[in-house]
């Protein structure tokens, strides 16, 4: 039976209520309460809200959902900045979800008149409908001002059994299967829905209808089975590296920062004693670590040496540098850099990495004179201009060994933490400050994406922050040792050195390319071809 393309399911009224209760769900499905089975079945109801709408309608349920969705998912940035700039991210991260909405409603109406067959019903269109949602998130992702990449539905998965396949599909790949199994579930639901509902007429219809539905729902089950018991990736390692990643819980926030400026570089000291004698072969500390700069500080360079000296190995740590481009005026030329150096006793910086994702509106401002005449004390605020970094994104360690770096927003840059192994990380630290967020969902979210690059990449990250959460994961997604929020602590773990290239590495943004394409192809042949449908 040929389904009626231009029909909605739902009146508009049911589907805006259905869109805004799909919001809160899908949010529920990421840390803290992490309920990762939510996820199909949130998308699965904004699919239904978005079919056989025309494009004015299915804007305002893209709308509904996306605002339904980021507000709550997104409420700790409201502890860093206040409530403007939540409202102003959430809203625009909404709009990009109201677009995608748009182009996937599009499809519903038009598809099923270029693929009236039951494989299009069930396989196709929800294949190019998933592939319009992963395009709009990575669209969303690098763009404007270097994207934001928060609330990708892959990221709700850290826990999951689908976690499994982030070695082999990578971010983008795992959002286009929840996505798919999201949009079949739907389809395979109102197929049987159909076919019983054609039969009911029928005296002697009934019993055969019922065994289609049934059928239909068994295979719908064994796809959903085994997307979640396929094998993960085997990731191999190769020895290991004992680190102390050391979490020092001093005020690192940037509006309640420390009464004397080096307190948090002390705070690091102390909670760096207990390791000593432990026979480390690095010691990290987080994004901030230091609130001097021992290129610039005698006294924190001598507290570097001592610690890399007592530790008996290189010290890692997040500081922040200062450079003047040759020729350039330093009143007005130097530049700010967020980085990681490493530190020997004895021979001061080595090798060191700047962050190339700083945080816009939060690590420096872009179009800061434009932006300034809409909110001047809000900008004004933000006194910092980070520049983005081009460094490679691995630090040499001792004997050969190279870290890859992801500072803080880094994590969520899919090219910058593709290029760590690419430049050949044997393991991955990812340092970061989550002071300005308290006890919110932020931490936890990050770590549950740190938590994703390890099996992704098929290597060892190190999560270390100033205040919590902090972790150390195996390249299967194990955990190894882990810290609680706000206390002042180290964890020392023989951490395994991954070797393997997994898929998702290997093919990288091309699986990204590959399924958005999908969607995008298949939108326009479903629009010229549906159209020449329509007029025969």
Not at 73 to 80: N, P, Q
Not at 246 to 268: I, W
Request: aromatic fraction near 10%; proline fraction near 7%.
């Amino acid at each position: 039976m040929k389904p009626d393309a231009a029909r909605a399911p739902l009146p508009l009224g049911v589907a805006l209520v259905v869109a805004a209760a799909a919001g809160p769900i899908l949010d529920a499905a990421f840390p803290d309460r992490d309920w990762w089975p939510l996820a199909i079945p949130a998308v699965a109801l904004v699919l239904l809200a978005a079919q056989g709408r025309r494009p004015g309608p299915a804007l305002l349920v893209g709308l509904v959902f996306g605002a339904c969705f980021y507000f709550p998912h997104i409420e700790w940035a409201t502890l860093f900045l206040g409530p403007i700039p939540w409202s102003a991210l959430s809203t625009l991260m909404a709009l990009w979800v109201m677009l995608g909405t748009a182009a996937i409603s599009l499809v519903y109406r038009w598809a099923p008149r270029v693929w009236s067959g039951l494989a299009g019903r069930l396989l196709l269109v929800p294949a190019i409908v998933a592939g319009l949602w992963t395009a709009r998130e990575a669209i969303a992702s690098v763009w404007p001002y270097g994207g934001f990449s928060w609330g990708r539905v892959s990221f709700s998965q850290s826990e999951s059994p689908f976690a499994a396949l982030f070695g082999w599909l990578g971010v983008s790949g795992v959002s286009f299967l929840l996505v798919f199994l999201a949009a079949a579930g739907l389809a395979f639901a109102q197929e049987a829905w159909r076919v019983r509902s054609a039969a009911g007429a029928q005296v002697a219809g009934g019993a055969p209808a019922r065994l289609s539905a049934l059928r239909l729902g068994t295979a719908y089950l064994a796809l959903l089975l085994l997307a979640m018991v396929f094998p993960a990736f085997p990731s191999a390692t190769d020895g290991s590296t004992r680190v102390a990643a050391v979490q020092g819980n001093g005020k690192t926030s940037y509006f309640d920062p420390p009464e004397r400026t080096g307190d948090n570089l002390l705070a690091q000291v102390a909670a760096t004693e207990p390791i000593y004698g432990e026979d480390v072969d690095v010691v990290v500390w987080p994004e901030g670590g230091s609130d001097l700069d021992p290129l610039r500080s005698a006294s924190a360079a001598r507290i570097f040496d001592e610690v890399s000296q007592r530790a008996g190995a290189p010290l890692v740590s997040g500081i922040i540098t200062a450079r003047l481009p040759e020729g350039g005026d330093p009143e007005t030329d130097t530049e700010y850099f967020n980085t990681a150096v490493v530190w020997r006793d004895g021979q001061g910086a080595g090798d060191y990495y700047d962050k190339k994702h700083p945080v816009p509106f939060g690590e420096y401002v872009p179009d800061r004179d434009f932006w300034r005449q809409f909110a001047p004390d809000l900008i004004d605020l933000i006194g910092r201009e980070y520049t983005p970094g081009t460094t490679d994104t691995v630090l040499e360690l001792d004997d050969g060994l190279l870290a890859g770096v992801a500072i803080c927003f880094d994590i969520v840059d899919d090219q910058v933490m593709t290029d760590t192994v690419r430049e050949g990380a044997d393991l991955v630290f990812a340092p970061t400050n989550n002071a300005d967020f308290g006890r919110t969902d932020e931490s936890l979210q990050q770590l549950a994406i740190a938590h994703i690059r390890a099996i992704e990449l098929g290597r060892s990250v190190v999560s270390i922050s100033t205040v919590g959460t902090s972790a150390i994961i195996a390249p299967d997604g194990t955990i190894l040792d882990e810290l609680t929020w706000y206390t002042a602590d180290a964890m020392v773990v023989d951490v395994p050195l991954g070797t393997s290239t997994t898929p998702a590495v290997l093919l990288g943004r091309q699986i990204e390319w590959g399924v958005s394409a999908l969607g995008l192809i298949g939108l326009l042949l479903a629009a010229f071809a549906g159209r020449r449908v329509t007029r025969r």
